[in-house]
């Protein structure tokens, strides 16, 4: 729950884990921001170095690999559920290259029930295109990281901002939701980015380009997954709270996010369950090793049509069904 102004306090703030060794010496006293950020960068980074999450795509030397394949996996998906799939993912493909030589239908295996498995296709494809034309490095051009597939504005500024230490605004969720309240007094973000958001959010990154930028966009991240929470914000740990326009105006409610469509029953579920049979077998198989995973046998052949459609599988001359590259 909220937590009124009398109660506020910067004390006593609970470390949630290791410092982040890609950011500024602890001891460092960050100058402000711009104009709109001035006198919220220092609170915010140094709460960030205090009790940044020790996370293994951050790090002093993390290469722009790591960083991308975690983009990736962090779309629409928490931390927790996507640790030990990016674990087991860097173990076995630790550069774009090694990603390149397997098949589409090896990453959707390893990909496993990470959700939304279009973007392993997706990555794959990107480490094939880096492997060919940037020499296995992933570029740190904007309009390079842009032309990648699966890499839009918000992915291509989080790999340009964290791998390369580059000065752009990173406007996820988290960050969208503190700024709202910061700024604006609102308990949520608009539905769609704004070009305001992207303003106020672009005026308030530090003017010099030795990380600062990076460390900051990475804070408000954290600040917004650790302390200003969708439902739950712990205000008496935030250390901007006194300068928090939603808390001054008495926490006005606002209009929650969209939930997502409930999952039992619906096209999601029916995917997933012909993907995780995909998945489990070392070849392909008959359409009728299908009819068992699904009570409707017309939702199950529509389902099963839309895999084929996106790329996720494939129906061999023979007719037999598999992953794609899987023969």
């Known amino acids: 729950m909220?937590?009124?102004?009398?109660?506020?306090?910067?004390?006593?703030?609970?470390?949630?884990?290791?410092t982040p060794q890609d950011s500024t010496p602890q001891d460092s006293t960050p100058q402000d921001s711009g104009p709109e950020g001035a006198g919220l960068e220092q609170p915010i980074t140094s709460w960030y170095l205090r009790n940044g999450r020790d996370l293994?795509?951050?790090?002093?030397?993390?290469?722009?690999?790591?960083?991308?394949?975690?983009?990736?996996?962090?779309?629409?998906?928490?931390?927790?559920?996507?640790?030990?799939?990016?674990?087991?993912?860097?173990t076995r493909w630790p550069a774009p290259a090694d990603l390149a030589e397997a098949t589409p239908g090896d990453a959707v295996r390893q990909w496993g029930r990470l959700g939304y498995p279009r973007r392993a296709l997706r990555l794959h494809e990107s480490a094939t295109i880096v492997t060919i034309r940037h020499d296995g490095v992933v570029p740190s051009a904007i309009a390079d990281l842009r032309a990648l597939p699966g890499v839009g504005s918000y992915t291509a500024a989080a790999i340009a901002s964290f791998a390369y230490g580059q000065r752009h605004a990173v406007l996820d969720t988290n960050v969208r939701r503190v700024l709202a309240r910061l700024f604006t007094g609102r308990q949520y973000p608009p539905a769609s980015l704004t070009v305001a958001e992207q303003t106020l959010a672009q005026s308030m990154l530090p003017p010099e380009q030795d990380r600062r930028a990076a460390t900051w966009s990475v804070a408000l991240m954290e600040l917004g997954a650790l302390i200003c929470t969708a439902t739950s914000p712990s205000c008496d740990l935030c250390p901007v709270a006194k300068s928090c326009a939603w808390l001054r105006n008495g926490f006005p409610a606002g209009q929650a996010p969209r939930k997502a469509k409930p999952y039992l029953g619906s096209d999601r579920e029916c995917r997933g369950r012909l993907l995780a049979l995909l998945r489990a077998s070392s070849g392909p198989l008959p359409r009728s090793a299908f009819d068992l995973?699904?009570?409707?046998?017309?939702?199950?052949?529509?389902?099963?049509?839309a895999l084929i459609a996106d790329g996720l599988a494939t129906r061999l001359p023979s007719g037999l069904i598999a992953l794609p590259g899987d023969n």
């Open 2 to 18: 909220a937590t009124s102004i009398e109660d506020l306090t910067t004390n006593g703030i609970r470390s949630q884990g290791s």
């Open 56 to 90: 293994p795509w951050r790090g002093a030397g993390i290469a722009a690999w790591p960083v991308m394949v975690s983009e990736f996996m962090l779309q629409q998906t928490p931390v927790a559920r996507v640790l030990p799939a990016y674990r087991d993912w860097m």
């Open 293 to 305: 995973c699904w009570p409707s046998a017309q939702q199950l052949s529509a389902t099963l049509e």
